[in-house]
C-alpha cells in the first residue's frame, strides 16, 4: 500500500494556527529573498486552483484572501517522524518516498487483517493521534499502490487489484501515472496516447523505439508488471546537498565563494553528524534567464572538510561558467559516500597530517555551532556581504524526495 498525507505541509500548519484552518492557506517562500513559489496549499486553496510551483502573485491573483505561510521544515520532520512510527506498528517494511508518503509491504502482516483493513485503521489512528489525513491506495505493486492514494483527496482509501486495475487505472491520464512527467507526457499525446490504457496496450517494442529503455518501463508501469519489492534501506543517504536562490544576483568569483561557503559548510556538518563521507561534488548554476547546467567532479580523497568541498565547488565554476549573465540560483551536492570509519588509502603527495587537523577543527566549531547558533563561528570571507551570506540551510532547508529508482 502507499500513504499519502494530504496537502502535509499545509495540513500541518493549519493544525498549528486554529485561526486558519478553514482559510485557504499555502506554503511558500520569500519574495524579498526572491523565494516567491508556492510549496504546498490545502484543499480549501486548491478548490480556487492555486498549483504548487507557481509564483506567490499568480497564486493571489487567483484567490486573494490566500494566506502564505514561511516553511517549518523541522515541524514537518516530527510529524514525517510520528506517521512513520504508527506505520511500525504494522509492518517493519516500510520505504519512505519524500517527507509525507511511504510505501508499506503488508503481507506479512495478515494476523491484523487484510490490506483494506490495515489502511483504514492507519486512516483512523493519523486522523485522531495527529490531527491530520491521508490518502491510501493498496495494491498489489508499488505503482498502483501510488496511483491509489492520488486517486481520491482528501482522506480516501482506494483498492485497486488484478481484478480492477483495468477499471480504475486505464481511464485515467497517461500523466497520473509514477515518472510521467510533463515532458514525457507531450510526447506521449504526440503519438495519439492520452491514457494509461492506450499506453499499456502500445506494444512494448514500439514503445523502446520512442523512448528507448524507458519505454520498457513505461510499458512495465502500465501493464501493472511492476514488481521491485517495498525496501526499508531506501531511506539510507545517497546524496548531501543545498541550493540556494540568492537575495540578489551573483556577479563577481567573490559572490559564488561566499555563497559555496555558506552551502557547503551545511553539507559538511551533515556528513560529520551522520558519520559520512563524499567524493563526487556537483554543482547546479542557473543564470538570471532560468538557463542551468549541471557538472561534477571525482575527488582523490573521500572528504568531509568544509574547504575541500568549497574549493571543488570553485574549481568546477570557474572551469565551466564564462559570467555571460549574473547568477541568480546556486547548489552543490555530494555523493559516493562512504562511512568515516573504513579505512581509506592515503595519497604520498598528500599532507594528511594537515588534512586530519582540519577535521578536528572543523568538528570543533560543529560544537559550537549546535551550542551558539551557525553565525557563531564563520569564514572571514562570509563577513564581506553579510547580506548575500545571511542565509543558513543547515536549519532552514528541507528533505528532498527520496527517488523511486
Not at 519524500?98 to 503481507?107: A, F, H, I, K, R
Not at 604520498?348 to 560543529?366: G, H, I, K, P, V
Request: aromatic content about 10%; proline content about 4%; glycine content about 8%.
Amino acid at each position: 500500500m502507499h500513504s499519502d498525507c494530504n496537502s502535509f505541509y499545509a495540513s500541518v500548519e493549519c493544525l498549528h494556527r486554529p485561526k486558519i484552518r478553514d482559510k485557504p492557506v499555502a506554503v511558500g517562500g520569500d519574495v524579498k529573498q526572491r523565494h516567491g513559489i508556492i510549496l504546498a496549499k490545502n484543499q480549501i486553496a486548491k478548490k480556487y486552483h492555486v498549483q504548487t510551483g507557481e509564483a506567490l502573485w499568480q497564486a493571489r491573483q487567483k484567490c486573494p484572501e490566500l494566506i502564505i505561510v514561511p516553511p517549518n521544515f523541522h515541524l514537518y520532520e516530527r510529524f514525517s517522524r510520528l506517521c512513520r512510527k504508527i506505520y511500525l506498528d504494522y509492518t517493519n517494511q516500510v520505504e519512505p518516498f519524500g517527507l509525507d508518503e511511504c510505501w508499506l509491504d503488508v503481507t506479512g502482516s495478515g494476523i491484523l487483517g487484510n490490506g483494506m483493513t490495515i489502511a483504514q485503521e492507519i486512516s483512523t489512528r493519523i486522523k485522531y493521534e495527529l490531527g491530520i489525513t491521508v490518502s491510501i491506495g493498496v495494491s498489489f505493486n508499488k505503482i498502483f499502490a501510488k496511483l491509489g492514494s492520488d486517486y481520491k483527496k482528501p482522506d480516501a482509501i482506494t483498492r485497486i487489484g488484478r481484478d480492477n486495475f483495468r477499471d480504475i487505472a486505464w481511464p485515467l491520464p497517461a500523466g497520473d501515472l509514477l515518472y510521467v512527467g510533463r515532458a514525457t507526457q507531450r510526447k506521449l499525446e504526440g503519438y495519439g496516447i492520452h491514457t494509461i490504457g492506450e499506453l499499456a496496450g502500445t506494444p512494448e517494442r514500439v514503445l523502446r523505439s520512442w523512448f528507448g529503455k524507458w519505454g520498457e518501463v513505461l510499458y512495465c508501469f502500465s501493464n501493472g508488471l511492476d514488481i521491485s519489492p517495498v525496501d526499508p534501506s531506501a531511506q539510507s543517504v545517497k546524496s548531501i546537498g543545498n541550493s540556494q536562490t540568492t537575495p540578489r544576483d551573483l556577479t563577481t568569483d567573490q559572490d559564488i565563494k561566499i555563497i559555496l561557503y555558506v552551502l557547503a559548510d551545511s553539507i559538511a556538518r551533515r556528513l560529520r553528524e551522520q558519520g559520512l563521507k563524499g567524493r563526487t561534488v556537483c554543482i547546479n548554476v542557473r543564470d538570471n534567464q532560468l538557463c542551468s547546467f549541471t557538472r561534477q567532479h571525482t575527488l582523490g580523497n573521500y572528504t568531509n572538510i568544509s574547504s575541500e568541498i568549497v574549493q571543488a565547488g570553485m574549481n568546477l565554476f570557474r572551469q565551466n561558467y564564462q559570467w555571460r549573465r549574473p547568477v541568480r540560483s546556486l547548489g552543490i551536492s555530494i555523493t559516493d559516500l562512504v562511512s568515516d570509519a573504513i579505512p581509506i588509502q592515503t595519497d604520498l603527495y598528500c599532507n594528511e597530517r594537515s588534512r586530519e587537523r582540519q577535521e578536528r577543527l572543523d568538528a570543533a566549531t560543529d560544537w559550537l555551532k549546535q551550542r551558539f547558533g551557525t553565525t557563531a563561528i564563520r569564514p572571514a570571507v562570509l563577513l564581506k556581504d553579510q547580506k548575500l551570506s545571511g542565509f543558513d540551510p543547515y536549519c532552514d532547508h528541507g528533505i528532498h524526495p527520496v527517488g523511486y529508482f
